[in-house]
């Protein structure tokens, strides 16, 4: 049992003070406990979190593999622009080389008929 002395302090049984020290342990073991129960909770959900999230990410070669392709892709179509734009250039070419020729066959013709005229003149009475 508790009693006080004469300077005010308090006189505690041997018994006493063991069976108060244990019940604070386990009071504080109890406490600990719960903390770390959260605590293994969060880290399992944590833990749960990046399984799903692992599982839900492609793995770096398939990434590898699909950019490849794509790069493929891309190439494949620029040089088919390419192509197209040099077939455009080709007609562009065709068309100038067209009207420079009925450019030259017009001056031929009207070279012939300037010439058959000044002979005409010339040589017929």
């Known amino acids: 049992m508790a009693g006080e002395d004469k300077l005010g ?50 793995p770096r070669a398939e990434v590898e593999a699909t950019l490849n392709r794509v790069e493929t892709d891309v190439q494949g179509l620029r040089e088919s622009r390419a192509v197209l734009e040099g077939k455009a250039s080709q007609n562009s070419v065709n068309i100038a080389l067209l009207i420079a020729v009925m450019g030259a066959v017009m001056s031929c013709g009207g070279l012939t008929i300037a010439l058959v005229t000044l002979f005409s003149k010339l040589f017929l009475p």
């Open 9 to 58: 302090c308090i006189n505690v049984t041997w018994k006493d003070y063991v069976d108060g020290r244990f019940k604070e342990i386990n009071e504080s073991r109890a406490i600990a406990s719960a903390s770390m129960e959260k605590r293994l909770d969060s880290m399992n959900e944590f833990r749960d979190t990046l399984r799903d999230q692992a599982t839900s990410f492609m």
